[in-house]
T-cell receptor, first 112, second 115 residues
Framework: NAGVTQTPKFQVLKTGQSMTLQCAQD?????MSWYRQDPGMGLRLIHY???????DQGEVPNGYNVSRSTTEDFPLRLLSAAPSQTSVYFC???????????FGQGTRLTVV | AQTVTQSQPEMSVQEAETVTLSCTYD???????LFWYKQPPSRQMILVIR??????QNATENRFSVNFQKAAKSFSLKISDSQLGDAAMYFC????????????FGAGTRLTVKP
């Protein structure tokens, strides 16, 4: 079972560059989310989706865009990378209600 | 908005001993779910244990158990017979059963296990 597949695992960007972090899940989960993990701050919710065509902002949405055209895919776009976006990014998916979240392996992004 | 607080940035325990990690949360809702996740150095997020707020009985998974105090909004994790492989970051997380949003996490507790 693939679960949640997140790519790439590592990325270095220059300030002002754009990129897309890919996330795909094969569990037919309704919920998909993007988090960033920074030292001492845990995981903070960037954007989430409760189904295809529906997205909403989390705690720290500025500088990021998302779309959900299919149930399986939930890409995260950085339009103009800034050093403050240096972080580890996680994609997660879960079913309805109190089911656990399944996480991708994370992307370590460095913006120089 | 719901918030989750882990007041212990770091904890250490002797191998084979018991340790308790603390978590408190703030919510006005009555129906929700609580989780403890483990993150080893591999960075992978692993579910340790899950608790439904409507269940009074504390969840247990082998050496891991929780002390869920709904009125106090407290959700601590007890690890018994600690093993070297338990060394990791531990995150407490909250998920509403009612609102259409996703999990909120605490800042984490780094657990060190001493041989």
């Amino acid at each position: 079972n693939a679960g949640v597949t997140q790519t790439p695992k590592f990325q270095v960007l220059k300030t002002g560059q754009s990129m897309t972090l890919q996330c795909a899940q094969d569990m037919n989960h309704e919920y998909m989310s993007w988090y960033r993990q920074d030292p001492g701050m845990g995981l903070r919710l960037i954007h989430y989706s409760v189904g295809a065509g529906i997205t909403d902002q989390g705690e720290v949405p500025n500088g990021y865009n998302v779309s959900r055209s299919t149930t399986e895919d939930f890409p995260l776009r950085l339009l103009s990378a800034a050093p403050s976006q240096t972080s580890v990014y996680f994609c997660a998916s879960s079913g309805r209600g109190g089911t656990e979240a399944f996480f991708g392996q994370g992307t370590r992004l460095t913006v120089v | 908005a719901q918030t989750v607080t882990q007041s212990q940035p770091e904890m250490s325990v002797q191998e084979a001993e018991t340790v308790t990690l603390s978590c408190t949360y703030d919510t006005s809702e009555s129906d929700y779910y609580l989780f403890w996740y483990k993150q080893p150095p591999s960075r992978q997020m692993i579910l340790v244990i899950r608790q439904e707020a409507y269940k009074q009985q504390n969840a247990t998974e082998n050496r891991f158990s929780v002390n869920f105090q709904k009125a106090a909004k407290s959700f601590s994790l007890k690890i018994s017979d600690s093993q070297l492989g338990d060394a990791a970051m531990y995150f407490c997380a909250y998920r509403s059963a009612l609102t259409r949003n996703d999990m909120r996490f605490g800042a984490g507790t780094r657990l060190t296990v001493k041989p």
